[in-house]
T-cell receptor, first 113, second 113 residues
Framework: DSGVTQTPKHLITATGQRVTLRCSPR?????VYWYQQSLDQGLQFLIQ???????AKGNILERFSAQQFPDLHSELNLSSLELGDSALYFC????????????FGSGTRLTVV | SQQGEEDPQALSIQEGENATMNCSYK?????LQWYRQNSGRGLVHLIL?????REKHSGRLRVTLDTSKKSSSLLITASRAADTASYFC?????????????FGQGTRLTINP
């Protein structure tokens, strides 16, 4: 157990639907990062939050959005889902010190059918 | 977009041998990190080397960094079957006070008993 909790572990949904992925960071970590991992694109950075505020954006589609709540948990919302959105979605967290490595959760495997 | 490029993409060796993986990148960095991922699981942080460091050790791991050549290598000595996994390098840059981590495509390492 890395200390980063992601739910659900698996999700199967139909095209056009909307889903919410949840992440609880490791205790004491203020930063939360979302990554998408697919076979053809590798590990793509989506978005970062620090203590409730958006800090950095990567290759995140307009159909995707995220937020970090006061208790520091984060949610990634994926809407108008397409077959190509099928992937592993990872959340990671890190301490306030910017030169620490990230702690990853075990991921949510999303399958769009 | 990917910053780090790992080489080779796949490596298969016998248990007990040493495994060397290389990573090249394109822009200036603040640090470089290596992660391990077992099939379908979350990434595990192995080691972080700062841009002003040239070599770092952690157990059976040895990481080198050559900023003039924009390259890094990860050496795993006396490999074990449990080392079978994908290994990713990630370049860390500090943007507006926040660390941005960009991952390469990874090297798939197989240790044969």
């Amino acid at each position: 157990d890395s200390g980063v909790t992601q739910t659900p572990k698996h999700l199967i949904t139909a095209t056009g639907q909307r889903v919410t992925l949840r992440c609880s960071p490791r205790s004491g970590d203020l930063s939360v990062y979302w990554y998408q991992q697919s076979l053809d694109q590798g590990l793509q950075f989506l978005i970062q939050y620090y203590n409730g505020e958006e800090r950095a954006k990567g290759n995140i589609l307009e159909r995707f959005s995220a937020q970090q709540f006061p208790d520091l948990h984060s949610e990634l919302n994926l809407s108008s889902l397409e077959l190509g959105d099928s992937a592993l979605y990872f959340c990671a967290s890190s301490p306030p010190d910017r030169l620490y490595g990230y702690t990853f959760g075990s991921g949510t495997r999303l399958t769009v059918v | 977009s990917q910053q780090g490029e790992e080489d080779p993409q796949a490596l298969s060796i016998q248990e007990g041998e040493n495994a060397t993986m290389n990573c090249s990148y394109k822009t200036s960095i603040n640090n470089l990190q290596w992660y391990r991922q077992n099939s379908g699981r979350g990434l595990v942080h192995l080691i972080l080397i700062r841009s002003n460091e040239r070599e770092k050790h952690s157990g059976r791991l040895r990481v080198t960094l050559d900023t003039s050549k924009k390259s890094s290598s990860l050496l795993i000595t006396a490999s074990r079957a449990a080392d079978t996994a994908s290994y990713f390098c990630a370049t860390g840059t500090i943007i507006q006070g926040a660390q941005k981590l960009v991952f390469g495509q990874g090297t798939r390492l197989t240790i044969n008993p």
